[in-house]
């Protein structure tokens, strides 16, 4: 795929491309990776910037005791080393992975340096886009340390069930751990909880919500009985 077919594939990516200088069109790269790839190692060398264009992915934390804690799923478009090379750092904080098949857009870090210099609007645009990273992730940190399990959950599948429009959570155990930071024996003890209070459901192993009991779960939120 060239630049110029990705342009009229994704028409959103003409805004960030607006003001790009006349060289860099020429030296970009363009790769298509399928679902569960790692494109972008926690504590690699960085010597690129990436704008992906199509699909999903998810950025997540590596421990060296083999735990993974996912810190939030991107949807297009969004950006691949921005928060590094805005740091001033030469190796990556997080990994990412993708959950569906994902086309990025590939620069050198010295071009997006350079770009970003001459730039303002693209630089706006990727401020913007980091800025709020941030304030999800402060929201978000807020909510993990502060509400309980019940809560947290409960707030997890509602989201789940607005972004997917489905009232079966398909995500194992394992990959809600991951998302929420709820351990898996916590997890599983909470959701018996939920079961028996009739805020969910389980169907062939899987977490549902019906109608009613979305509309209870955002009253208890709501009201905050936990």
Not at 83 to 92: D, N
Not at 112 to 132: C, G, M, P, T
Not at 169 to 187: A, N, P, Y
């Amino acid at each position: 795929m060239t630049l110029t077919e990705l342009r009229k594939k994704v028409p959103e990516l003409e805004n960030y491309l607006r003001y790009m200088p006349e060289e860099l069109k020429t030296r970009c790269t363009i790769k298509t990776y399928p679902p569960k790839t790692i494109i972008h190692q926690k504590d690699a060398p960085l010597d690129y910037f990436g704008i992906v264009c199509e699909g999903y992915h998810r950025v997540i934390n590596e421990f060296e005791n083999g735990n993974v804690f996912m810190i939030v799923r991107n949807d297009p478009i969004d950006f691949v080393g921005e928060v590094t090379i805005l740091a001033g750092k030469p190796r990556t904080s997080v990994t990412i992975e993708t959950t569906t098949a994902c086309t990025v857009l590939y620069f050198s870090r010295k071009d997006f340096e350079n770009w970003i210099e001459q730039d303002i609007h693209f630089l706006r645009l990727v401020s913007q886009k980091v800025a709020y990273k941030l304030y999800r992730s402060s929201y978000n940190r807020g909510n993990r340390l502060f509400y309980p399990p019940q809560h947290l959950l409960l707030l997890y599948f509602l989201r789940y069930i607005e972004d997917c429009h489905s009232n079966v959570i398909r995500r194992t155990r394992e990959e809600i751990h991951e998302e929420t930071g709820i351990s898996v024996k916590t997890l599983n003890r909470t959701i018996r909880k939920l079961k028996e209070s009739g805020l969910v459901g389980i169907t062939k192993g899987k977490v549902t919500l019906n109608a009613s009991q979305q509309e209870k779960a955002r009253e208890y939120l709501k009201q905050g009985m936990y």
